[in-house]
């Protein structure tokens, strides 16, 4: 397999119907885990090696790769790797092939098996994590986040009573039902200092500010300064009242 590029034409938009059952509750069986195994060491390890520690292709397992890819629903990843890979043969293997595969995957990263087998439907209604759960995003992350836009004379503009940021494919734009989601959003406890604001083509400052906004872009984590780089801002709610 090649290296895993995350494409828009999975899906767009912000997720905020990620799944709350997650693979730790046991979503494939060790039998199907061992099929994956066969199938990675035939189709995948020439790019990304026996251990799965990445050679032409990136790393299959660690923090690494489960920075990339947890707190999405495992359907993205499996549509990813059903869709490009192996990169020259890409689509070509069975679609059970393909479930087995994220099966092994799973198993190397230390995820627990179950007494089901993977399946679509489970894909769809399970959030990846890893090993210890779910945890907060990882910076350089693409997210989205829900908060009152507020203004700091001299330092800047914040996202105050900012909700946990979630993954979005598209931070550019926002969908009706995201934006209807994120109305329904309650504030939280989180606070982002926004970058490139003053950058964003229609910021309407007196419009948005003091209100309750959808922001999306890139999260950056630093300690005491944990920050968005903007791409998107849009008013979902009047004021701030919470």
Known sequence: MGPLLLVAALSCGR???SPTATVLAGVYTPAQARRGRQIFKDQCASCHGVDLAGF???PLKGTIFLDRWREF????????????MPANNAGGLSHAA????LAYLLESNEIP???KELTDQVAAGTRLVGKDGPQP?????QVSAVGCLTLDTGNGWFLTHASEPERTFDTFEATPEELKEA???PFGDELFRLANIDDLPH???DGLVDNKVEAKGILVRQPNNARINVNSLVKVGSGCDQ
């Open 15 to 17: 997720l905020h119907s």
């Open 56 to 58: 032409s292709g990136p």
């Open 73 to 84: 629903p495992l359907e993205v990843l499996f549509d990813l790797i059903k869709t490009t």
């Open 98 to 101: 393909y479930l087995d595969v």
């Open 113 to 115: 098996a179950g007494s």
């Open 137 to 141: 995003l990882p910076t350089s992350a």
């Open 183 to 185: 109305a329904a959003t």
């Open 203 to 205: 910021f309407d400052r």
